[in-house]
């Protein structure tokens, strides 16, 4: 018999390849280097704040919103990430 963990661990995987798979499809990569770098960073985001992602957007608790919360996840972890290091570029002091 499956414990709660194991099942929780299954929805966050299955979110988090179903978000990494649409992220990838709503933005192609450029080579092989940068689909496996997106590849991991979404689908280890998706797995990590999923939880996060669940509690802000205050959604019922059942299998279907864990799942659902991974996927988002997943799906705009590129995203912001991409934003964040274009506003760091752009408050860094000029270099020498």
């Not at 099942?7 to 499809?25: E, F, N």
């Amino acid at each position: 018999m499956a414990t709660d963990i194991t099942i929780d661990l299954a929805l966050k995987l299955g979110g988090a390849v179903s978000g990494s798979v649409l992220g990838l499809a709503f933005q192609p990569p450029k080579d092989r280097k940068e689909a496996i770098t997106r590849g991991a960073f979404t689908l280890l985001s998706g797995i990590l704040f999923a939880d996060a992602t669940h509690a802000y957007l205050k959604w019922p608790d059942s299998w279907q919103m864990d799942l659902a919360a991974a996927a988002v996840t997943a799906l705009f972890s590129w995203f912001l990430m991409g934003a964040a290091v274009r506003f760091i570029n752009v408050w860094r002091p000029p270099s020498k």
